[in-house]
């Protein structure tokens, strides 16, 4: 029988998580988990349901009741597609906020868990080598520096001052960073990846040739 592989890649906003880890999935032929794509589905229900950011007991039920699907490339949220409005920047906030209690965070963790159960998977986050999944064979911190993650952000919004935009980001790192539950860290066992100066298929193939490396043997 073959052996269920994950791919655990964590990392700050705008590092190039999203794009690699999407090739890394094709390229091996694995399910492509985006975590933060239902923190921000659950942020943006609390949105349009007008519950407050700072009442943990009704977010947690929402994250509970939330139905989250990934297909062909779509985020459905309760059977709708929002996948272009779960980008919008206030949702980028809000679902920092969000992910910061325990409750929502453990109700996540449950359906990534359940996603990736009979799956090889590719999985992007904050918290997938050191939480969801320390037991990942593979494991990726992919960093870059602040300003080349604040130009990538500001380019995919196709703006071209990059300013507010590296504002907004280092607000939401922060917060991410130093959060009681399952802050942003690297976790021991996770190899640094600085993509500053690196391509995306340049990436790629540095985190395939580290699966070829911890699955050969
Ligand atoms: O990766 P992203 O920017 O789409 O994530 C949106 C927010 O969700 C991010 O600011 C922090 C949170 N998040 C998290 O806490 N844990 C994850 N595994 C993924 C995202």
Request: charged share 30%; aromatic share 4%.
């Amino acid at each position: 029988m073959e052996k269920r592989v994950i791919i655990a890649i964590d990392g700050p906003a705008g590092a190039g998580k999203s794009t690699v880890a999407r090739d890394v999935a094709r390229r091996l032929g694995f399910l492509y988990i985006d975590t933060g794509a239902m923190y921000r589905a659950v942020a943006l229900w609390a949105l349009r349901t007008g519950i407050a950011m700072d009442d943990p007991h009704r977010l947690e039920q929402l994250a509970q009741q939330a139905e989250i699907e990934f297909t062909a490339g779509r985020v459905l949220l309760n059977g709708e597609d929002v996948t272009e409005s779960i980008r919008e920047p206030q949702v980028s906030e809000a679902a920092s906020k969000v992910a910061a209690y325990g409750g929502v965070r453990r109700a996540m963790r449950e359906e990534q868990r359940r996603i990736a159960s009979n799956h090889s998977s590719v999985m992007e986050g904050r918290d997938i080598g050191t939480v969801v999944f320390p037991e990942a064979q593979i494991k990726v911190f992919l960093d870059a520096s602040p300003a080349e993650r604040a130009r990538r952000r500001a380019a995919e919004l196709g703006l071209e001052n990059s300013r507010a935009v590296a504002q907004e980001m280092e607000h939401r790192d922060r917060r991410d960073r130093t959060r009681v539950e399952a802050p942003l860290t690297q976790a021991p066992d996770a190899e640094y990846v600085d993509s500053s100066r690196m391509t995306q298929e340049e990436v790629t193939e540095a985190i395939l040739r580290l699966v070829r490396k911890r699955t050969s043997h």
